[in-house]
């Protein structure tokens, strides 16, 4: 792919694998793999009930080894990384973070190893998995809405689950017209043409308010305690981890073990994608890890935010012109980020931060607690996001840095 700076055709979102109508959502994703690979789809569809028995681990290990010869493109492979990715989840966190793993066997650890070289991304289970190609229409000519919507492989959490994972999606969907005018932002800072920007960056901040409308979804669909108690130990991954400070052996693949993190809201490639538009700077500390997660995306998906990255300075074009009409607009676009990033602190508080000082509440009460969802969680989890971050302190520093985005009054 020819970067963009010796590029100098329009810009466009062709060569990225992103969708005029579906954004960056895999368009219709397979439902089933080829007759070959039965034996990772029976076990992938019924990884709740597995887990909930304890035989997921007996059953993928019962797991005849499968060659990947008969992944024949690119949606094969996403739904191959999809059941794979997912059933390591299960079988790493099966028993909680008292009786993890070292090794991931062979049978599953090779195939998975394999399918994700072919793809690009990590063996663990990714935001482009469990959101970008974890979904169908229940009435295909029907609606984009919750209702209509349904996930290919689940995991522990029940409708907690779904919700969770949808939501995230029906947030991307809302997303799809600020990506759409991207490339007017960037064609239009080229030319210089100041009203088409302004437009552009309008449409953005409307598209952007529609993703927190959406995010407003998961106090809806999602049970605090199911998530904090049951779903996040199987979102998280095997770095930065003290459940598993030594990381995974993937067997067959290599004899050190490895480590990766676990599915984080940073994997989306959303907002890095507006950062890099709006100029907006992140301290080495936040930029680090925004920059690993960069790793957790389909390439193309990555290599289109480095290249926004390298185009003509928004901030400065709208520094540079005397106009009221841009400079409010990219205001506007600041200002709708900077919400999302507030709600979002608010969504992680609700979700994470409280039901973490309700379980420490209930510990140091020594209750039974057996009937207690949320005192199921990890005790390691307790201050981290599943990607392995200190959570609060890092989307408070992110929000913090978005602000600084605002062009100062000049007299």
């Known amino acids: 792919m020819a970067s963009a700076e010796s590029n100098p055709k329009p810009f466009s979102l062709e060569p990225y694998q992103v969708s005029e109508d579906f954004g960056f959502l895999l368009k219709e994703p397979l439902q089933e793999l080829p007759p070959h690979y039965k034996p990772w789809m029976d076990i992938a569809l019924h990884i709740p009930e597995l887990v909930e028995s ?67 991304l990590p063996p663990i289970l990714t935001h482009a998995d469990g959101v970008l190609a974890n979904w169908k229409k229940k009435d295909p000519k029907g609606s984009f809405s919750i209702e209509n919507l349904e996930l290919l492989i689940s995991l522990p959490g029940e409708d907690s689950v779904r919700g969770f994972f949808l939501v995230t999606l029906l947030v991307e969907l809302a997303a799809v017209p600020a990506i759409k005018n991207i490339p007017v932002v960037i064609n239009g800072v080229r030319c210089g043409d100041t009203n088409a920007v302004a437009r552009a960056l309008e449409n953005i901040s409307q598209s952007i308010q529609d993703m927190t409308d959406a995010l407003k979804l998961m106090h809806v669909y999602v049970e605090p305690s199911v998530f904090y108690g049951i779903m996040r130990i199987f979102l998280s991954g095997w770095k930065d981890n003290p459940s598993m400070p030594k990381g995974l052996i993937y067997e ?34 936040s930029s680090s890890f925004l920059n690993r997660m960069r790793d957790y995306m389909p390439p193309a998906h990555k290599q289109l935010i480095q290249d926004i990255c390298h185009q003509p300075s928004l901030k400065s074009f709208v520094q540079q012109h005397n106009c009221e009409h841009l400079k409010q607009a ?28 309700r379980t420490r509440q209930l510990r140091k009460q020594s209750q039974d607690l057996e009937d207690e969802t949320i005192t199921k969680a990890p005790i390691a989890l307790e201050e981290r996001g599943t990607g392995g971050s200190g959570i609060m302190n890092f989307l408070k520093t992110v929000r913090d840095q978005t602000k600084d985005a605002f062009i100062p009054e000049t007299s």
């Open 54 to 120: 304890h035989e997921l681990r007996t059953q993928i290990n019962k797991m005849p080894m499968l060659s990947c010869e008969f992944l024949q493109n690119e949606k094969e492979l996403r739904l191959a990384h999809l059941v794979l990715s997912m059933m390591t989840m299960g079988y790493v966190w099966q028993e909680g973070e008292k009786d993890t793993v070292e090794k991931l066997p062979c049978n599953l650890a090779v195939p998975l190893w394999k399918v994700s070289q072919s793809l690009g």
């Open 252 to 285: 067959g693949v290599q004899k050190e073990p490895m480590e990766y993190s676990g599915g984080s809201a940073a994997q989306s490639s959303l907002l890095h994608c507006f950062d890099e538009l709006l100029g907006i700077k992140h301290e080495e500390s």
């Open 330 to 357: 990219y205001h506007l676009c600041v200002s709708k980020l900077l919400a999302l990033r507030n709600y979002h602190i608010t969504v992680v508080s609700r979700f994470i931060t409280v039901p973490a000082a």
